[in-house]
């Protein structure tokens, strides 16, 4: 193997960018989702492990990876769907329901993910991008995952949908009015409900990334927190799906910056680095909040910006 | 009968303005409960499901937590923390802020406390403990605090800025136990010195139980004086409900949300205080073991009021004391408890739309006709 000397770290963030992000790119996608339909959902945190859990159990028992996803993109939509049905009551704090569902997701995903953490279920199948060179370590990087470049495809289709289809026209105009929604003969509960459905679906495919690829096992300590910065994300890139990926693979090179460093050999402070992608998720999130005007891109009726 | 009201109002009156007040009153106990017994109801299902039966899961929870003198001591041991946590979170919540991450200011108050007291060996404990203490306030106010700076500062949305700092807080902890701060010794657990057993905070006289739980109380007790009793209370209370309105009558809006925050945040560093001080003898990752969040649930159950607190975080803390020995004897996964949460959870929220719209708490309906 050659060696590349410092050459590897910038190298392996690159890496780490493509097969770390997958799972913010989909959670943040989920979560644009819900929030341009006026409602946000704290919740995809516990979305994400139990869509980890179910889609490594399902694998594992059929032995089919794409079963799985299947499997947690449903389990996901049930978890938007309950967390959209009690929205819909009035008087329901969005913000507390996401804390009570984060926490009720994960005590479900822990509770039956228990017999599934020793076996071992079939990984995601990866296309090598990285044929053109010689070097093992630009292969191995450039292994890339079908579910990136299926989230890559979605946000911009999400994007287009946003802009240029009534479905994405509808979702906008309810998130931004709840009043002009009414007038136009929309029902705004049941549209936010679907939305938050789909949101979730998209946070569960998120969390079958975390169990069926990349780290590509199912533990209790798979996800630290990527749903709750995937929600901050969301901010950070206005509501835009596009906006989203990009913020994704800045997300997840900076998630692999500590093993990066630690693979050429600078073990000091291992544990500020695995606190970078938080530290960079606070600090995105000062930078783009105001207290004095209303985020530009923000729709109309969601609770964190009014 | 329709002349009742007129000739009989001696009589009739203050009967009926007290039924109207025990009404007011009781929808913010009945409800709390109802919502408390329907999330069981759903757990019971849950376990039945499962063939498990809900009976022995009660009775083994109310052995194992309430059941013997020795069960209680070990339930009021784990309270102590859960009454710091749960306030954490019901001081901003009185200004409408939803403060997620009190496990971050215990992790760290901990931490300051445990670091301070190695450097302050062989110091009077008179002098030691206390300076302990007002370290682990400092610490937790000063993180909690900043969560409350940045919403008014610069519009931060605090339940996300709040649970990520309690992940940087964590990592914070793990670097120092594991480098700076280490102490030599602690081979399998990295963890700062032990602390001397002068500076050790002992059981109450006769009970097997810390004077953590005396202070959490006392913090309880204040907390709601705090609230219900003072101006800046009651200013809190406006500025909760409406910030323009707040802003136009004059309050300052941005010293209460600072103040309520970073008070919050020292009774979650007086929490890392006492488990450092009374329990764990040093820093260590034990600090960071889900207190914070078993106290976002009991602040909701509470209703965020700090008295309501003190039997919640008793309840809660019974639960906790039990599941070891729930887990093992019907073979139930460690989650048990977390799904138990949940279910209590989003049943307490689902509650919060029936306030004002069960006829039977309305106080008209007892003091008219």
Redesign the interface.
Same mark, same amino acid.
């Given at each position: 193997m050659t060696d590349l000397g410092i050459w590897a770290v910038p190298l392996a963030i690159l890496a780490g960018a493509i097969r770390v992000s997958t799972p913010f790119l989909f959670v943040s996608l989920g979560e644009v989702l819900t929030e341009r339909s006026g409602r946000i959902n704290l919740g995809l945190e516990g979305t994400l492990v139990f869509g980890a859990m179910s889609g490594y159990a399902v694998a594992y028992l059929t032995g089919s990876p794409w079963a799985g996803v299947l499997a947690a993109a449903v389990a996901g939509a049930l978890f938007g769907l309950v967390h959209g049905l009690i929205c819909s009551l009035p008087r329901v704090n969005d913000i507390a329901i996401g804390i009570a569902m984060m926490i009720l997701g994960m005590g479900l995903a822990f509770y039956f993910g228990k017999p599934f953490v020793q076996p071992v279920a079939p990984d995601l199948p990866a296309i090598p991008l990285g044929w053109w060179s010689d070097l093992p370590q630009v292969q191995a990087a450039l292994q890339v995952n079908v579910l990136f470049l299926i989230g890559a495809a979605a946000a911009f289709a999400m994007w287009w949908m946003f802009r240029a289809t009534r479905v994405g026209l509808i979702i906008r105009v309810v998130g931004d009015s709840t009043d002009a929604a009414r007038a136009m003969g929309l029902r705004p509960a049941l549209i936010r409900t679907l939305a938050t459905a789909a949101g979730g679906a998209f946070a569960g495919v998120g969390g079958a990334y975390l169990s069926l690829y990349y780290p590509g096992s199912w533990n209790e300590g798979i996800s630290s927190g990527q749903g709750l910065m995937a929600v901050a994300l969301v901010i950070f890139a206005r509501w835009n799906p596009v906006a989203c990926f990009g913020a994704a693979l800045l997300f997840g090179g900076a998630g692999a910056l500590g093993p990066a460093l630690q693979s050429v050999g600078v073990s000091e402070g291992y544990y500020l680095y695995y606190a970078a992608p938080y530290v960079l998720t606070l600090g995105v999130l000062i930078a783009t909040s105001s207290p004095h005007r209303a985020m530009t891109g923000a729709p109309g009726e969601l609770s964190i910006t009014k | 009968m329709t002349d009742h009201g007129i000739s009989g109002p001696a009589t009739g009156a203050p009967l009926r303005a007290m039924l109207a007040r025990v009404a007011r009153r009781a929808e913010a106990v009945v409800l709390p409960l109802a919502a408390l017994m329907a999330g069981f109801a759903v757990f019971s299902l849950f376990l039945l499901m499962q063939g498990k039966s809900p009976a022995e899961f009660f009775s083994l929870v109310y052995k194992a937590g309430f059941g013997t003198a020795f069960s209680w001591q070990n339930t009021l041991s784990r309270t102590a923390p859960l009454l710091f946590a749960a306030l954490c979170v019901a001081l901003p919540a009185r200004l409408g802020l939803?403060v997620?991450g009190g496990e971050g200011a215990i992790v760290l108050g901990g931490l300051a406390a445990g670091a301070l007291g190695v450097s302050l060996a062989g110091a009077p404990a008179a002098v030691a403990l206390p300076l302990m203490a007002l370290a682990a306030c400092v610490v937790g106010g000063l993180w909690i605090g900043s969560v409350g700076a940045?919403r008014? #500062?610069? %519009?931060? $949305?605090e339940?996300?800025?709040s649970?990520?700092?309690a992940?940087?807080a964590i990592?914070?902890m $793990?670097?120092l136990v594991? %480098?700076p701060l280490r102490d030599p010794a602690s081979l399998n657990k990295p963890s700062t010195a032990p602390l001397a057993d002068a500076l050790r905070v002992g059981d109450m006289p006769g009970w097997d139980v810390h004077w953590g739980l005396l202070a959490g109380i006392a913090g309880c007790v204040l907390a709601w004086a705090l609230i219900d009793r003072t101006t800046w209370g009651f200013a809190a209370r406006i500025a909760g409900g409406n910030v323009r309105a707040a802003q136009v009558q004059g309050l300052p809006v941005g010293r209460l949300i600072l103040g309520f925050t970073a008070l919050g945040g020292a009774f979650a560093g007086l929490a890392g205080f006492f488990e450092v001080a009374a329990v764990h003898g040093s820093a260590n990752a034990s600090l960071a073991s889900g207190y914070g *969040?078993t106290g976002?649930?009991i602040a909701?159950l509470a209703r965020h009021n700090p008295l309501a607190i003190i039997p919640v975080a008793i309840l809660l803390a019974g639960f906790e004391a039990s599941s070891g020995l729930v887990q093992r004897r019907m073979d139930l996964?460690?989650? @048990? @408890? #977390?799904? #138990?949460? %949940?279910?209590v959870?989003?049943a307490? #929220?689902?509650s919060?739309?029936l *306030?004002g719209r069960l006829r039977i708490f309305a106080p008209e309906r007892w003091s008219t006709r």
């Amino acid at each position: 193997m050659t060696d590349l000397g410092i050459w590897a770290v910038p190298l392996a963030i690159l890496a780490g960018a493509i097969r770390v992000s997958t799972p913010f790119l989909f959670v943040s996608l989920g979560e644009v989702l819900t929030e341009r339909s006026g409602r946000i959902n704290l919740g995809l945190e516990g979305t994400l492990v139990f869509g980890a859990m179910s889609g490594y159990a399902v694998a594992y028992l059929t032995g089919s990876p794409w079963a799985g996803v299947l499997a947690a993109a449903v389990a996901g939509a049930l978890f938007g769907l309950v967390h959209g049905l009690i929205c819909s009551l009035p008087r329901v704090n969005d913000i507390a329901i996401g804390i009570a569902m984060m926490i009720l997701g994960m005590g479900l995903a822990f509770y039956f993910g228990k017999p599934f953490v020793q076996p071992v279920a079939p990984d995601l199948p990866a296309i090598p991008l990285g044929w053109w060179s010689d070097l093992p370590q630009v292969q191995a990087a450039l292994q890339v995952n079908v579910l990136f470049l299926i989230g890559a495809a979605a946000a911009f289709a999400m994007w287009w949908m946003f802009r240029a289809t009534r479905v994405g026209l509808i979702i906008r105009v309810v998130g931004d009015s709840t009043d002009a929604a009414r007038a136009m003969g929309l029902r705004p509960a049941l549209i936010r409900t679907l939305a938050t459905a789909a949101g979730g679906a998209f946070a569960g495919v998120g969390g079958a990334y975390l169990s069926l690829y990349y780290p590509g096992s199912w533990n209790e300590g798979i996800s630290s927190g990527q749903g709750l910065m995937a929600v901050a994300l969301v901010i950070f890139a206005r509501w835009n799906p596009v906006a989203c990926f990009g913020a994704a693979l800045l997300f997840g090179g900076a998630g692999a910056l500590g093993p990066a460093l630690q693979s050429v050999g600078v073990s000091e402070g291992y544990y500020l680095y695995y606190a970078a992608p938080y530290v960079l998720t606070l600090g995105v999130l000062i930078a783009t909040s105001s207290p004095h005007r209303a985020m530009t891109g923000a729709p109309g009726e969601l609770s964190i910006t009014k | 009968m329709t002349d009742h009201g007129i000739s009989g109002p001696a009589t009739g009156a203050p009967l009926r303005a007290m039924l109207a007040r025990v009404a007011r009153r009781a929808e913010a106990v009945v409800l709390p409960l109802a919502a408390l017994m329907a999330g069981f109801a759903v757990f019971s299902l849950f376990l039945l499901m499962q063939g498990k039966s809900p009976a022995e899961f009660f009775s083994l929870v109310y052995k194992a937590g309430f059941g013997t003198a020795f069960s209680w001591q070990n339930t009021l041991s784990r309270t102590a923390p859960l009454l710091f946590a749960a306030l954490c979170v019901a001081l901003p919540a009185r200004l409408g802020l939803v403060v997620i991450g009190g496990e971050g200011a215990i992790v760290l108050g901990g931490l300051a406390a445990g670091a301070l007291g190695v450097s302050l060996a062989g110091a009077p404990a008179a002098v030691a403990l206390p300076l302990m203490a007002l370290a682990a306030c400092v610490v937790g106010g000063l993180w909690i605090g900043s969560v409350g700076a940045l919403r008014y #500062l610069r %519009g931060v $949305n605090e339940t996300i800025a709040s649970l990520l700092l309690a992940y940087i807080a964590i990592a914070l902890m $793990n670097h120092l136990v594991e %480098g700076p701060l280490r102490d030599p010794a602690s081979l399998n657990k990295p963890s700062t010195a032990p602390l001397a057993d002068a500076l050790r905070v002992g059981d109450m006289p006769g009970w097997d139980v810390h004077w953590g739980l005396l202070a959490g109380i006392a913090g309880c007790v204040l907390a709601w004086a705090l609230i219900d009793r003072t101006t800046w209370g009651f200013a809190a209370r406006i500025a909760g409900g409406n910030v323009r309105a707040a802003q136009v009558q004059g309050l300052p809006v941005g010293r209460l949300i600072l103040g309520f925050t970073a008070l919050g945040g020292a009774f979650a560093g007086l929490a890392g205080f006492f488990e450092v001080a009374a329990v764990h003898g040093s820093a260590n990752a034990s600090l960071a073991s889900g207190y914070g *969040y078993t106290g976002i649930l009991i602040a909701f159950l509470a209703r965020h009021n700090p008295l309501a607190i003190i039997p919640v975080a008793i309840l809660l803390a019974g639960f906790e004391a039990s599941s070891g020995l729930v887990q093992r004897r019907m073979d139930l996964p460690d989650a @048990t @408890t #977390l799904v #138990l949460q %949940g279910f209590v959870f989003v049943a307490i #929220l689902i509650s919060e739309t029936l *306030y004002g719209r069960l006829r039977i708490f309305a106080p008209e309906r007892w003091s008219t006709r």
